[in-house]
């Protein structure tokens, strides 16, 4: 059985940091693409930050230059670190995983997911 579990949410002011993990089980393709999603109260869920079992990456233009995502795979863990958090940051973050390496931010293309973990960000 496949789990993802994130961890790491919490309330900061902005432009503080966080850094959101998801530890991965049961999840033992070769080839995979693994992304963090957010969605806000009243608003569909979003792809922000992706990568692959070859290391390459993609994110939002909302996130582009603040956010990054790295893995450990020794760890089988995924990590999103948040830097210059804003309010509109403000969302439950999900992790998700698709057996194919090609990146892609759909949501409707990922066949497992995590339970989210809540940010939320202060003015």
């Known amino acids: 059985e496949v789990r993802l579990e994130e961890s790491g949410g919490g309330s900061v002011q902005a432009g503080g940091s966080l850094r959101l993990s998801c530890r991965l089980s049961?999840?033992?393709?070769?080839?995979?693409?693994l992304t963090w999603f957010r969605q806000a109260p009243g608003k569909s869920r979003e792809g922000i930050a992706a990568t692959t079992s070859e290391s390459t990456t993609m994110y939002a233009d909302s996130v582009k230059g603040r956010f990054t995502i790295s893995k450990d795979n020794a760890k089988n863990t995924l990590y999103l670190q948040m830097d210059n958090l804003q309010p509109e940051d403000t969302a439950t973050y999900y992790c998700?995983?698709?057996?194919?390496?090609?990146?892609?931010?759909?949501?409707?293309?990922?066949?497992?997911w995590g339970q989210g973990t809540q940010v939320t960000v202060s003015s």
């Open positions: 998700a995983a698709r057996p194919f390496p090609q990146l892609t931010l759909d949501r409707d293309r990922y066949n497992y």
């Open positions: 049961g999840f033992t393709y070769q080839y995979y693409c």
